[in-house]
C-alpha cells in the first residue's frame, strides 16, 4: 500500500484534475435521479393494501384520490369549480352532488346518506380522482393546479395532497441543509484544527465524495427524499474523521521523513487506509443492515450510505492526499494555535477516576433501557410537517366541517349478489366511527336497472372484475381506534366476499406499522450482529466486540430515553434508523481507541500504562470528530420543519455527543476491569514480548 500512496502523491495534480471532471457527471446524474416523496410506496408489495392499489390502477386506471372541502359558495359557483377540477390533466373524475342529483333539486329532497356525504352547514365535499398512483409527478402536478385554480374558500386534503407538500418544503429546505452543515462543521474544524486552509479542503473532499455519490444514484431510479436529505449531513459527519486521520499521520510522518514529502503521504495514505478499513466496514455493515428491511425506505437509505462511505474512503486516500499535497505551503503558512491543544489533564482526570464513570454508567443503565423501551412513536405521516400546510389545513376543515378524517375505499367483486352487497355495506355502516358509505347501492339504490345508471359514475365505481365503495371514517390514520376499525371491517367484506379488500390511507398505514415494528427488531440484531462479527475478526477477541457493542448500545438506550423522558413522540422511521446508524457511525470511536490500547499492550506497557496513553492519544480525534458530526447534524435539527428529518437528526447530533462522551469515559473503565478477560479471550492481544515478560513472572496485567 506505501508504493500506491506515492504514486498517488506523484500523480496528484492528475488525481485533482480527474477528481474536477468526475463532478460534471455526478451533477448530471443527481439532476435526472427521481426523488420519491411518498414513504407508503416502500411498503413490500405482497401487502393485500398495495395490491389493491395496484387494482385501482390497472382496474380504473385510478391511483389515488382527494377529498375537497368548499366552504360558502352557491351551488352553482361550486359546478363551475368541479368543471375546472376535471380539465385539469391527470384528474380523472370529480364525484359531487350533480352526478347523482340535479343542483335545482333542494338539498334536503336528497337521500339522508348522500346529503350528510356531500354537504355539511355551508360546506360541501367533492372527491377528485386522479390516474396516477399517489406519489406520482402526474398526481402531484394535478394537486398543485387545482390549487391554483380554487380559491380561499377551497381546501384539498389527501395523501397526494400531503405528499405535494412534502415536495415543496424539501425542495426549499434542502440545499439550506447541507449549507448549515457545511458551516457548522467547518467552524468545528477551524477551532480544531492548526490551519485555516485545512477544514477546506477537509469539506472539499468530501464534498466531492458526497456529489460522486449522489451522482451514482441514477442507477438506482430513484431515491427517498429522507435519503436525500440525510445523504449529505450522514455522509460529512461519517467520514469527516477519515479525513483528520490522514492529514495526523501526513503530520507524523513529515517528521520521520523530513523534506520528501511525497514519501511522507505514501505512507500516511498506507497507515490511514488500514486504519479505516475496520472502522469503514463497521459503518457499512451498519448501513448495509439496514438494507435487510421489508419496508425498503430502509434500502434504500442503505445502499445510498453504505455506497457514500466507500467513496469517502476512496476520496480520502487519492483525492484529499492530493490536494493536500498541491496546497501544502498554503496550510504551512495559515497555520493557528487551536483551541483545544492539549487533553493530557482531562485524560488523567477521566482514567484515574474510571470507578466514577462504571457507577455512573450502572445508574443510567436502567432508566435508560426503560425509556428506550417505552418511547412513543407516531405512523401519521402528516402530522411530520407544520399544521400551517396546505394538506394539514385541509385537514383540520374536512374534520370541522364533515367530522371525518380519512377514507377507506372497498373492492369487492362485482358479480356479488346486490342483497350480500347491501346487507355487507350495511354492516360496515354500523362499525364504530363510520360516518357514511357510498357505493353503486346508495348512490341508486337495488331496483334502479344497470342500463339507467350513468355511464360516467359507471365507469367510476364499477371495472370488469371489481365494484369500488367509500367508507368515511371519523377517526385519524395510524391511530389505534381506526387501526381496529379497519380491522372489523375487513372482517365483514371477507365474510361476504373472501377476495374482497379494504384499502386506502389508514389501512396503508396500518400496514406500515405491522411491518415497521418487525423491521426494527431484525435490524438492530443483524446491524448488531455483523458488527460483531467484523470487531471479533478485526482484533481477534470474543470479549472486545462484547464490551465495544455494549457501550455503544448503551449511548444508543440514553440517546433514545431523552423522547420519553421529554415526553414527545418520535416518527417511526427516526425509530427505525436511528440505531443502527448510531451504532455504525460512531463505533470507530470505539476501534480508535481499543487499537491505540492494543497497540500499547503489545509494546508492554501495563493496563494501567497502555489505557492511559490510549486515551490520551484518540481523545482529541474522538471529540473532533463527535463535534463535526453533531454540528453537521445539530443545525439541520433545529432548521427543519420537515420532523421526519428534524427527528432524525436530533438524534443523531445527541446520539454523536452521547456515544463520544460514553466512549471517552466509560470505554477506558471497562478496559480497566475487564484487562485480564481481554488478554486472554483475544490471540495475540499481547503480543510477543509482553508475553515473554509474562512467562519471566514480571507484573504486567496488574
Same mark, same amino acid.
Given at each position: 500500500?506505501?508504493?500506491?500512496?506515492?504514486?498517488?502523491?506523484?500523480?496528484?495534480?492528475?488525481?485533482?484534475?480527474?477528481?474536477?471532471?468526475?463532478?460534471?457527471?455526478?451533477?448530471?446524474?443527481?439532476?435526472?435521479?427521481?426523488?420519491?416523496?411518498?414513504?407508503?410506496?416502500?411498503?413490500?408489495?405482497?401487502?393485500?393494501?398495495?395490491?389493491?392499489?395496484?387494482?385501482?390502477?390497472?382496474?380504473?386506471?385510478?391511483?389515488?384520490?382527494?377529498?375537497?372541502?368548499?366552504?360558502?359558495?352557491?351551488?352553482?359557483?361550486?359546478?363551475?369549480?368541479?368543471?375546472?377540477?376535471?380539465?385539469?390533466?391527470?384528474?380523472?373524475?370529480?364525484?359531487?352532488?350533480?352526478?347523482?342529483?340535479?343542483?335545482?333539486?333542494?338539498?334536503?329532497?336528497?337521500?339522508?346518506?348522500?346529503?350528510?356525504?356531500?354537504?355539511?352547514?355551508?360546506?360541501?365535499?367533492?372527491?377528485?380522482?386522479?390516474?396516477?398512483?399517489?406519489?406520482?409527478?402526474?398526481?402531484?402536478?394535478?394537486?398543485?393546479?387545482?390549487?391554483?385554480?380554487?380559491?380561499?374558500?377551497?381546501?384539498?386534503?389527501?395523501?397526494?395532497?400531503?405528499?405535494?407538500?412534502?415536495?415543496?418544503?424539501?425542495?426549499?429546505?434542502?440545499?439550506?441543509?447541507?449549507?448549515?452543515?457545511?458551516?457548522?462543521?467547518?467552524?468545528?474544524?477551524?477551532?480544531?484544527?492548526?490551519?485555516?486552509?485545512?477544514?477546506?479542503?477537509?469539506?472539499?473532499?468530501?464534498?466531492?465524495?458526497?456529489?460522486?455519490?449522489?451522482?451514482?444514484?441514477?442507477?438506482?431510479?430513484?431515491?427517498?427524499?429522507?435519503?436525500?436529505?440525510?445523504?449529505?449531513?450522514?455522509?460529512?459527519?461519517?467520514?469527516?474523521?477519515?479525513?483528520?486521520?490522514?492529514?495526523?499521520?501526513?503530520?507524523?510522518?513529515?517528521?520521520?521523513?523530513?523534506?520528501?514529502?511525497?514519501?511522507?503521504?505514501?505512507?500516511?495514505?498506507?497507515?490511514?487506509?488500514?486504519?479505516?478499513?475496520?472502522?469503514?466496514?463497521?459503518?457499512?455493515?451498519?448501513?448495509?443492515?439496514?438494507?435487510?428491511?421489508?419496508?425498503?425506505?430502509?434500502?434504500?437509505?442503505?445502499?445510498?450510505?453504505?455506497?457514500?462511505?466507500?467513496?469517502?474512503?476512496?476520496?480520502?486516500?487519492?483525492?484529499?492526499?492530493?490536494?493536500?499535497?498541491?496546497?501544502?505551503?498554503?496550510?504551512?503558512?495559515?497555520?493557528?494555535?487551536?483551541?483545544?491543544?492539549?487533553?493530557?489533564?482531562?485524560?488523567?482526570?477521566?482514567?484515574?477516576?474510571?470507578?466514577?464513570?462504571?457507577?455512573?454508567?450502572?445508574?443510567?443503565?436502567?432508566?435508560?433501557?426503560?425509556?428506550?423501551?417505552?418511547?412513543?412513536?407516531?405512523?401519521?405521516?402528516?402530522?411530520?410537517?407544520?399544521?400551517?400546510?396546505?394538506?394539514?389545513?385541509?385537514?383540520?376543515?374536512?374534520?370541522?366541517?364533515?367530522?371525518?378524517?380519512?377514507?377507506?375505499?372497498?373492492?369487492?367483486?362485482?358479480?356479488?349478489?346486490?342483497?350480500?352487497?347491501?346487507?355487507?355495506?350495511?354492516?360496515?355502516?354500523?362499525?364504530?366511527?363510520?360516518?357514511?358509505?357510498?357505493?353503486?347501492?346508495?348512490?341508486?339504490?337495488?331496483?334502479?336497472?344497470?342500463?339507467?345508471?350513468?355511464?360516467?359514475?359507471?365507469?367510476?365505481?364499477?371495472?370488469?372484475?371489481?365494484?369500488?365503495?367509500?367508507?368515511?371514517?371519523?377517526?385519524?390514520?395510524?391511530?389505534?381506534?381506526?387501526?381496529?376499525?379497519?380491522?372489523?371491517?375487513?372482517?365483514?367484506?371477507?365474510?361476504?366476499? !373472501?377476495?374482497?379488500?379494504? $384499502?386506502?390511507? #389508514?389501512?396503508?398505514?396500518?400496514? /406500515?406499522?405491522? &411491518? +415497521?415494528?418487525?423491521?426494527?427488531?431484525?435490524?438492530?440484531?443483524?446491524?448488531?450482529?455483523?458488527?460483531?462479527?467484523?470487531?471479533?475478526?478485526?482484533?481477534?477477541?470474543?470479549?472486545?466486540?462484547?464490551?465495544?457493542?455494549?457501550?455503544?448500545?448503551?449511548?444508543?438506550?440514553?440517546?433514545?430515553?431523552?423522547?420519553?423522558?421529554?415526553?414527545?413522540?418520535?416518527?417511526?422511521?427516526?425509530?427505525?434508523?436511528?440505531?443502527?446508524?448510531?451504532?455504525?457511525?460512531?463505533?470507530?470511536?470505539?476501534?480508535?481507541?481499543?487499537?491505540?490500547?492494543?497497540?500499547?499492550?503489545?509494546?508492554?506497557? !501495563?493496563?494501567?500504562?497502555? $489505557?492511559?496513553? #490510549?486515551?490520551?492519544?484518540?481523545? /482529541?480525534?474522538? &471529540? +473532533?470528530?463527535?463535534?463535526?458530526?453533531?454540528?453537521?447534524?445539530?443545525?439541520?435539527?433545529?432548521?427543519?420543519?420537515?420532523?421526519?428529518?428534524?427527528?432524525?437528526?436530533?438524534?443523531?447530533?445527541?446520539?454523536?455527543?452521547?456515544?463520544?462522551?460514553?466512549?471517552?469515559?466509560?470505554?477506558?473503565?471497562?478496559?480497566?476491569?475487564?484487562?485480564?478477560?481481554?488478554?486472554?479471550?483475544?490471540?495475540?492481544?499481547?503480543?510477543?514480548?509482553?508475553?515473554?515478560?509474562?512467562?519471566?513472572?514480571?507484573?504486567?496485567?496488574?
Amino acid at each position: 500500500m506505501v508504493k500506491t500512496g506515492k504514486w498517488i502523491a506523484r500523480h496528484r495534480v492528475l488525481i485533482l484534475l480527474l477528481g474536477i471532471l468526475l463532478l460534471v457527471p455526478s451533477v448530471i446524474g443527481m439532476a435526472k435521479t427521481r426523488i420519491n416523496y411518498d414513504l407508503l410506496s416502500y411498503l413490500p408489495e405482497h401487502l393485500e393494501t398495495v395490491k389493491g392499489q395496484d387494482i385501482l390502477v390497472d382496474e380504473y386506471g385510478m391511483g389515488a384520490f382527494s377529498m375537497v372541502v368548499v366552504e360558502n359558495m352557491d351551488l352553482k359557483d361550486a359546478q363551475k369549480l368541479e368543471d375546472k377540477f376535471s380539465e385539469i390533466p391527470h384528474v380523472k373524475d370529480v364525484l359531487w352532488y350533480d352526478d347523482v342529483a340535479d343542483i335545482s333539486l333542494p338539498v334536503e329532497m336528497i337521500p339522508k346518506d348522500l346529503r350528510e356525504a356531500f354537504f355539511r352547514g355551508d360546506a360541501t365535499m367533492m372527491l377528485a380522482l386522479f390516474d396516477n398512483t399517489t406519489s406520482s409527478d402526474e398526481a402531484m402536478e394535478a394537486v398543485t393546479q387545482m390549487r391554483k385554480a380554487a380559491d380561499e374558500q377551497c381546501f384539498i386534503s389527501g395523501m397526494t395532497g400531503i405528499v405535494t407538500d412534502i415536495k415543496n418544503i424539501s425542495l426549499q429546505e434542502l440545499p439550506i441543509y447541507v449549507v448549515i452543515a457545511t458551516c457548522l462543521a467547518f467552524l468545528v474544524l477551524e477551532l480544531s484544527t492548526e490551519s485555516f486552509l485545512v477544514p477546506v479542503l477537509f469539506l472539499l473532499s468530501i464534498g466531492c465524495a458526497i456529489l460522486y455519490n449522489m451522482g451514482t444514484n441514477i442507477f438506482l431510479g430513484e431515491i427517498s427524499y429522507i435519503t436525500k436529505a440525510l445523504t449529505a449531513v450522514l455522509q460529512l459527519g461519517v467520514t469527516m474523521d477519515y479525513s483528520i486521520f490522514l492529514l495526523n499521520s501526513y503530520e507524523e510522518n513529515k517528521l520521520r521523513f523530513p523534506g520528501d514529502k511525497n514519501r511522507a503521504m505514501g505512507h500516511a495514505i498506507s497507515n490511514t487506509f488500514k486504519s479505516i478499513v475496520g472502522s469503514s466496514v463497521t459503518t457499512i455493515a451498519g448501513f448495509a443492515a439496514l438494507c435487510c428491511m421489508t419496508f425498503t425506505l430502509g434500502r434504500d437509505l442503505g445502499i445510498v450510505m453504505a455506497k457514500g462511505v466507500v467513496i469517502g474512503v476512496v476520496c480520502c486516500v487519492t483525492l484529499l492526499p492530493s490536494m493536500v499535497l498541491i496546497f501544502d505551503k498554503a496550510i504551512e503558512k495559515t497555520r493557528h494555535r487551536p483551541l483545544i491543544r492539549n487533553v493530557e489533564k482531562p485524560s488523567r482526570f477521566i482514567t484515574k477516576h474510571y470507578k466514577l464513570w462504571l457507577v455512573v454508567f450502572l445508574v443510567l443503565l436502567f432508566p435508560a433501557i426503560y425509556g428506550n423501551n417505552h418511547t412513543k412513536v407516531y405512523y401519521n405521516i402528516a402530522q411530520s410537517l407544520p399544521a400551517s400546510l396546505p394538506g394539514n389545513v385541509a385537514n383540520e376543515k374536512l374534520q370541522e366541517d364533515f367530522d371525518m378524517s380519512t377514507m377507506h375505499m372497498i373492492l369487492m367483486n362485482k358479480d356479488m349478489d346486490s342483497k350480500d352487497k347491501r346487507d355487507m355495506m350495511e354492516a360496515v355502516d354500523r362499525v364504530d366511527g363510520i360516518k357514511w358509505t357510498i357505493g353503486m347501492n346508495s348512490l341508486f339504490g337495488p331496483s334502479i336497472p344497470d342500463s339507467m345508471i350513468p355511464k360516467d359514475i359507471k365507469k367510476m365505481l364499477q371495472s370488469d372484475k371489481y365494484e369500488l365503495a367509500f367508507v368515511c371514517s371519523e377517526y385519524e390514520s395510524a391511530t389505534p381506534t381506526v387501526n381496529k376499525q379497519i380491522a372489523a371491517i375487513d372482517k365483514i367484506v371477507k365474510s361476504y366476499d !373472501s377476495s374482497a379488500m379494504v $384499502i386506502g390511507e #389508514a389501512p396503508l398505514m396500518k400496514d /406500515l406499522q405491522d &411491518v +415497521t415494528d418487525v423491521d426494527l427488531r431484525n435490524v438492530n440484531i443483524i446491524s448488531i450482529a455483523a458488527i460483531f462479527i467484523i470487531i471479533m475478526l478485526v482484533f481477534k477477541s470474543l470479549s472486545l466486540p462484547v464490551i465495544l457493542v455494549a457501550v455503544i448500545e448503551f449511548a444508543i438506550a440514553v440517546n433514545m430515553a431523552v423522547p420519553f423522558f421529554q415526553g414527545t413522540s418520535l416518527p417511526f422511521v427516526a425509530s427505525i434508523v436511528i440505531g443502527t446508524i448510531q451504532l455504525g457511525a460512531t463505533v470507530d470511536y470505539a476501534i480508535l481507541m481499543t487499537s491505540r490500547y492494543q497497540k500499547e499492550r503489545q509494546r508492554g506497557h !501495563s493496563k494501567k500504562e497502555a $489505557i492511559s496513553i #490510549a486515551h490520551k492519544a484518540s481523545m /482529541l480525534s474522538i &471529540v +473532533t470528530s463527535g463535534c463535526s458530526f453533531f454540528a453537521a447534524t445539530f443545525g439541520v435539527a433545529c432548521y427543519s420543519k420537515v420532523d421526519m428529518i428534524g427527528s432524525i437528526c436530533t438524534l443523531l447530533s445527541r446520539g454523536a455527543l452521547i456515544s463520544m462522551a460514553v466512549v471517552i469515559m466509560v470505554l477506558p473503565a471497562m478496559f480497566m476491569i475487564f484487562d485480564k478477560v481481554i488478554c486472554k479471550t483475544s490471540i495475540g492481544f499481547l503480543g510477543k514480548k509482553t508475553k515473554k515478560q509474562c512467562s519471566s513472572g514480571k507484573e504486567v496485567l496488574e
